[in-house]
Protein backbone atom coordinates (compact mmCIF):
# COMPACT_ATOMS: atom_id res chain seq x y z
CA UNK A 1 0.00 0.00 0.00
CA UNK A 2 2.93 2.41 1.17
CA UNK A 3 4.31 1.65 -2.16
CA UNK A 4 0.88 2.50 -4.65
CA UNK A 5 0.73 5.80 -2.75
CA UNK A 6 4.10 7.00 -3.12
CA UNK A 7 3.66 6.28 -6.96
CA UNK A 8 0.35 8.34 -6.96
CA UNK A 9 2.37 11.07 -4.88
CA UNK A 10 4.73 10.96 -7.77
CA UNK A 11 2.63 10.76 -10.60
CA UNK A 12 0.70 13.60 -9.10
CA UNK A 13 2.50 16.32 -10.56
CA UNK A 14 2.88 14.95 -13.96
CA UNK A 15 -0.84 14.63 -13.87
CA UNK A 16 -1.17 18.46 -12.89
CA UNK A 17 0.36 19.55 -15.60
CA UNK A 18 -1.16 17.39 -18.80
CA UNK A 19 -4.03 17.86 -17.19
CA UNK A 20 -3.94 21.82 -17.04
CA UNK A 21 -2.46 22.05 -20.82
CA UNK A 22 -5.26 19.75 -21.83
CA UNK A 23 -8.10 21.14 -19.93
CA UNK A 24 -9.43 23.24 -22.85
CA UNK A 25 -9.83 19.92 -25.28
CA UNK A 26 -11.59 18.35 -22.07
CA UNK A 27 -14.14 21.24 -21.47
CA UNK A 28 -15.36 21.22 -25.41
CA UNK A 29 -15.78 17.42 -24.96
CA UNK A 30 -18.19 18.17 -21.76
CA UNK A 31 -19.65 20.58 -23.67
CA UNK A 32 -19.99 17.89 -26.33
CA UNK A 33 -21.28 15.12 -24.33
CA UNK A 34 -24.07 17.18 -23.29
CA UNK A 35 -25.27 17.77 -26.58
CA UNK A 36 -24.35 21.66 -26.87
CA UNK A 37 -23.52 22.30 -30.72
CA UNK A 38 -23.51 25.93 -31.22
CA UNK A 39 -21.57 25.77 -34.73
CA UNK A 40 -23.76 24.39 -37.19
CA UNK A 41 -22.62 21.13 -39.38
CA UNK A 42 -21.69 21.78 -43.13
CA UNK A 43 -21.98 19.63 -46.02
CA UNK A 44 -18.38 17.10 -46.52
CA UNK A 45 -17.76 13.40 -47.15
CA UNK A 46 -16.68 10.53 -45.40
CA UNK A 47 -13.15 8.88 -45.45
CA UNK A 48 -14.97 6.45 -47.97
CA UNK A 49 -16.62 9.54 -49.83
CA UNK A 50 -19.63 9.00 -48.71
CA UNK A 51 -21.29 12.58 -48.25
CA UNK A 52 -22.04 13.46 -44.82
CA UNK A 53 -22.94 17.00 -42.46
CA UNK A 54 -19.49 17.57 -40.48
CA UNK A 55 -19.66 19.18 -37.23
CA UNK A 56 -16.74 21.26 -36.33
CA UNK A 57 -13.83 19.68 -34.98
CA UNK A 58 -12.73 20.13 -31.32
CA UNK A 59 -10.31 22.92 -31.71
CA UNK A 60 -12.60 24.82 -33.71
CA UNK A 61 -14.81 24.54 -30.46
CA UNK A 62 -12.00 25.68 -28.25
CA UNK A 63 -11.73 28.56 -30.66
CA UNK A 64 -15.82 29.34 -30.03
CA UNK A 65 -15.27 29.07 -26.32
CA UNK A 66 -12.26 31.72 -26.82
CA UNK A 67 -13.99 34.11 -28.50
CA UNK A 68 -17.04 33.94 -26.05
CA UNK A 69 -15.11 34.08 -22.67
CA UNK A 70 -11.19 34.86 -23.86
CA UNK A 71 -8.07 32.79 -22.90
CA UNK A 72 -8.80 32.02 -19.79
CA UNK A 73 -12.49 31.23 -20.49
CA UNK A 74 -11.34 28.02 -21.84
CA UNK A 75 -10.06 26.86 -18.38
CA UNK A 76 -13.54 27.15 -16.70
CA UNK A 77 -13.88 23.91 -13.98
CA UNK A 78 -10.00 23.66 -14.10
CA UNK A 79 -9.77 24.33 -10.54
CA UNK A 80 -11.85 21.68 -9.31
CA UNK A 81 -10.51 18.98 -11.54
CA UNK A 82 -7.12 19.85 -9.71
CA UNK A 83 -8.97 19.50 -6.77
CA UNK A 84 -10.40 16.08 -7.41
CA UNK A 85 -6.65 14.76 -8.94
CA UNK A 86 -5.34 15.68 -5.17
CA UNK A 87 -7.93 14.75 -3.51
CA UNK A 88 -7.84 11.53 -5.34
CA UNK A 89 -3.79 11.21 -5.09
CA UNK A 90 -4.04 11.64 -1.42
CA UNK A 91 -7.05 9.99 0.21
CA UNK A 92 -8.16 6.97 -2.09
CA UNK A 93 -5.51 5.05 -0.05
CA UNK A 94 -7.12 6.86 3.21
CA UNK A 95 -10.24 5.61 2.60
CA UNK A 96 -9.17 1.82 1.64
CA UNK A 97 -7.26 1.74 5.28
CA UNK A 98 -10.24 3.23 7.03
CA UNK A 99 -12.13 0.19 4.77
CA UNK A 100 -10.47 -1.94 6.81
CA UNK A 101 -9.75 -3.51 3.17
CA UNK A 102 -6.32 -5.26 2.20
CA UNK A 103 -5.22 -4.75 -0.81
CA UNK A 104 -3.87 -8.11 -2.35
CA UNK A 105 -0.14 -7.83 -2.91
CA UNK A 106 0.73 -8.98 -7.21
CA UNK A 107 2.93 -7.30 -9.69
CA UNK A 108 1.78 -5.21 -12.62
CA UNK A 109 1.15 -6.84 -14.93
CA UNK A 110 1.51 -10.81 -13.07
CA UNK A 111 4.46 -12.55 -14.70
CA UNK A 112 5.97 -9.89 -15.71
CA UNK A 113 9.65 -10.72 -14.27
CA UNK A 114 10.05 -14.31 -15.54
CA UNK A 115 8.49 -16.28 -18.77
CA UNK A 116 6.43 -18.20 -16.37
CA UNK A 117 3.04 -19.04 -17.87
CA UNK A 118 0.28 -16.48 -16.56
CA UNK A 119 -1.61 -17.94 -13.60
CA UNK A 120 -5.05 -17.20 -13.59
CA UNK A 121 -5.54 -16.37 -9.73
CA UNK A 122 -2.82 -13.88 -10.07
CA UNK A 123 -4.74 -11.81 -13.27
CA UNK A 124 -7.74 -12.09 -10.36
CA UNK A 125 -5.97 -10.50 -7.65
CA UNK A 126 -4.79 -7.39 -10.12
CA UNK A 127 -8.00 -7.13 -10.87
CA UNK A 128 -9.85 -6.98 -7.14
CA UNK A 129 -6.81 -4.64 -6.40
CA UNK A 130 -7.06 -2.10 -9.12
CA UNK A 131 -11.01 -1.94 -8.68
CA UNK A 132 -10.76 -1.35 -4.79
CA UNK A 133 -8.15 1.44 -5.75
CA UNK A 134 -10.41 2.48 -8.30
CA UNK A 135 -13.56 2.71 -6.09
CA UNK A 136 -12.35 4.95 -3.58
CA UNK A 137 -10.21 6.74 -6.29
CA UNK A 138 -13.86 7.43 -7.76
CA UNK A 139 -16.01 8.11 -5.11
CA UNK A 140 -13.35 10.66 -2.84
CA UNK A 141 -13.07 12.98 -6.07
CA UNK A 142 -16.26 12.49 -8.01
CA UNK A 143 -17.62 15.38 -5.81
CA UNK A 144 -14.71 17.71 -7.74
CA UNK A 145 -15.91 16.36 -11.17
CA UNK A 146 -19.70 16.97 -10.68
CA UNK A 147 -18.67 20.54 -9.61
CA UNK A 148 -16.19 21.15 -12.97
CA UNK A 149 -18.71 19.54 -14.72
CA UNK A 150 -21.35 22.15 -13.74
CA UNK A 151 -18.91 25.16 -13.84
CA UNK A 152 -18.36 23.75 -17.81
CA UNK A 153 -22.20 23.24 -18.35
CA UNK A 154 -22.53 27.24 -16.98
CA UNK A 155 -21.29 28.52 -20.80
CA UNK A 156 -24.26 27.19 -22.27
CA UNK A 157 -26.76 29.35 -20.39
CA UNK A 158 -24.27 31.79 -18.95
CA UNK A 159 -25.43 30.94 -15.11
CA UNK A 160 -23.45 33.50 -13.06
CA UNK A 161 -23.57 31.41 -9.57
CA UNK A 162 -21.47 28.78 -11.47
CA UNK A 163 -18.67 31.49 -12.26
CA UNK A 164 -16.78 30.25 -9.26
CA UNK A 165 -15.75 27.41 -7.52
CA UNK A 166 -17.24 28.28 -4.08
CA UNK A 167 -20.01 29.47 -5.94
CA UNK A 168 -20.77 26.17 -8.28
CA UNK A 169 -20.37 24.20 -4.52
CA UNK A 170 -23.50 26.66 -2.88
CA UNK A 171 -25.36 26.31 -5.98
CA UNK A 172 -25.32 22.53 -5.99
CA UNK A 173 -26.16 22.47 -2.52
CA UNK A 174 -29.09 24.26 -3.09
CA UNK A 175 -30.13 22.29 -6.05
CA UNK A 176 -29.62 18.82 -4.75
CA UNK A 177 -28.63 18.80 -1.12
CA UNK A 178 -25.46 16.63 -0.37
CA UNK A 179 -26.50 14.07 -3.20
CA UNK A 180 -25.75 16.16 -5.73
CA UNK A 181 -22.61 16.05 -5.53
CA UNK A 182 -22.79 12.59 -6.78
CA UNK A 183 -25.20 12.69 -9.68
CA UNK A 184 -23.93 10.15 -11.89
CA UNK A 185 -21.63 8.12 -10.13
CA UNK A 186 -23.44 4.47 -10.56
CA UNK A 187 -22.33 5.08 -14.58
CA UNK A 188 -19.32 6.52 -14.07
CA UNK A 189 -18.39 3.52 -11.71
CA UNK A 190 -20.32 1.12 -13.70
CA UNK A 191 -17.98 1.43 -17.12
CA UNK A 192 -14.72 2.17 -15.32
CA UNK A 193 -15.42 -0.98 -13.32
CA UNK A 194 -16.34 -2.97 -16.29
CA UNK A 195 -13.77 -1.80 -18.08
CA UNK A 196 -11.12 -2.77 -15.75
CA UNK A 197 -12.87 -6.33 -15.14
CA UNK A 198 -12.86 -6.97 -18.81
CA UNK A 199 -9.55 -5.58 -19.61
CA UNK A 200 -8.35 -8.42 -17.13
CA UNK A 201 -9.77 -11.17 -18.35
CA UNK A 202 -8.55 -10.37 -22.30
CA UNK A 203 -4.88 -9.56 -20.48
CA UNK A 204 -5.04 -12.94 -19.50
CA UNK A 205 -5.78 -14.51 -22.23
CA UNK A 206 -3.86 -12.48 -24.50
CA UNK A 207 -0.67 -12.99 -22.50
CA UNK A 208 -1.53 -16.85 -21.92
CA UNK A 209 -2.12 -17.57 -25.59
CA UNK A 210 -0.48 -14.87 -27.57
CA UNK A 211 2.23 -12.65 -26.03
CA UNK A 212 5.05 -15.20 -25.03
CA UNK A 213 7.53 -12.46 -24.33
CA UNK A 214 7.77 -10.79 -20.77
CA UNK A 215 8.56 -7.55 -22.64
CA UNK A 216 5.87 -7.53 -24.29
CA UNK A 217 3.50 -8.18 -21.74
CA UNK A 218 4.22 -4.49 -20.36
CA UNK A 219 1.88 -3.34 -23.32
CA UNK A 220 -1.15 -5.66 -22.97
CA UNK A 221 -3.05 -4.06 -20.03
CA UNK A 222 -2.36 -0.42 -21.58
CA UNK A 223 -3.71 -1.49 -25.36
CA UNK A 224 -6.49 -3.22 -23.93
CA UNK A 225 -7.62 -0.87 -21.68
CA UNK A 226 -7.91 1.36 -24.39
CA UNK A 227 -9.69 -0.88 -26.41
CA UNK A 228 -12.19 -1.92 -23.76
CA UNK A 229 -12.46 1.63 -23.12
CA UNK A 230 -14.40 2.47 -26.02
CA UNK A 231 -16.96 0.01 -25.51
CA UNK A 232 -17.91 1.20 -21.80
CA UNK A 233 -17.61 4.97 -23.70
CA UNK A 234 -21.53 5.79 -23.92
CA UNK A 235 -21.53 5.34 -20.09
CA UNK A 236 -19.52 8.02 -19.55
CA UNK A 237 -21.40 10.41 -21.65
CA UNK A 238 -24.70 9.14 -19.26
CA UNK A 239 -23.05 9.92 -16.26
CA UNK A 240 -21.65 13.21 -17.54
CA UNK A 241 -25.67 13.98 -18.45
CA UNK A 242 -26.14 13.21 -15.55
CA UNK A 243 -23.98 15.51 -13.60
CA UNK A 244 -25.77 18.14 -14.89
CA UNK A 245 -29.63 16.77 -15.44
CA UNK A 246 -32.73 18.36 -13.15
CA UNK A 247 -30.11 21.25 -12.16
CA UNK A 248 -31.05 25.17 -12.19
CA UNK A 249 -28.77 25.19 -15.54
CA UNK A 250 -30.02 25.87 -18.62
CA UNK A 251 -27.95 22.85 -19.87
CA UNK A 252 -29.66 20.27 -17.80
CA UNK A 253 -33.37 21.20 -18.18
CA UNK A 254 -35.49 21.33 -21.56
CA UNK A 255 -35.14 21.86 -24.02
CA UNK A 256 -31.54 21.48 -23.86
CA UNK A 257 -31.84 18.50 -22.09
CA UNK A 258 -34.87 16.05 -21.68
CA UNK A 259 -36.61 15.50 -17.77
CA UNK A 260 -34.39 12.22 -16.69
CA UNK A 261 -35.96 9.80 -14.30
CA UNK A 262 -32.61 8.42 -13.63
CA UNK A 263 -29.44 7.33 -15.39
CA UNK A 264 -31.37 4.26 -17.36
CA UNK A 265 -33.81 6.64 -18.97
CA UNK A 266 -30.92 8.90 -19.70
CA UNK A 267 -28.92 5.91 -21.14
CA UNK A 268 -32.39 5.10 -23.14
CA UNK A 269 -32.66 7.90 -24.35
CA UNK A 270 -29.41 8.76 -25.64
CA UNK A 271 -28.97 4.77 -27.71
CA UNK A 272 -32.30 5.71 -29.07
CA UNK A 273 -31.21 8.75 -30.53
CA UNK A 274 -28.06 7.74 -31.44
CA UNK A 275 -26.19 10.42 -29.57
CA UNK A 276 -24.61 7.69 -26.74
CA UNK A 277 -21.02 8.33 -28.19
CA UNK A 278 -21.04 11.79 -28.31
CA UNK A 279 -17.30 13.26 -27.78
CA UNK A 280 -15.73 9.91 -28.68
CA UNK A 281 -14.18 11.44 -32.00
CA UNK A 282 -12.84 14.88 -31.60
CA UNK A 283 -11.69 15.50 -35.09
CA UNK A 284 -14.06 13.67 -37.84
CA UNK A 285 -17.55 14.39 -36.15
CA UNK A 286 -20.10 13.73 -38.15
CA UNK A 287 -23.30 15.29 -37.50
CA UNK A 288 -26.11 12.34 -36.31
CA UNK A 289 -29.54 13.43 -36.65
CA UNK A 290 -31.63 13.13 -33.00
CA UNK A 291 -34.91 10.83 -34.09
CA UNK A 292 -37.11 14.03 -32.99
CA UNK A 293 -35.60 16.25 -34.99
CA UNK A 294 -36.30 13.91 -38.25
CA UNK A 295 -40.14 13.20 -37.51
Keep these: MEEIEKEKITALHSQLLVTTIFHPMEYAKVLIQLGYEPL????????????????????????????????????????????????????????????????????????????????????VK???????????????????????????????????????????????????GILGFFHGLIPKLLGDLTCIAVTGVLAYYVNKYFVKTKDLRYYTVPILTFITSTLTYPLVVVSTCMAVAGSSLKAGNPPAMPKYTSWQACWRDLLRNKQHKRGSSLIFRYYIAPIAAMQ
Design 126 to 176: MGRRDMIMHTASVVVSYPFHVVSVRMMASFIGKEEDYNTLLGTIVSIYKDD
Design 40 to 123: PPRRSTTLFGRPAMILPNVFQYIKFIKASDGYFGCYRGLSARILGLIASSQLSSKVINVCGIDLPEISDPPNIITDDEPKLEDY
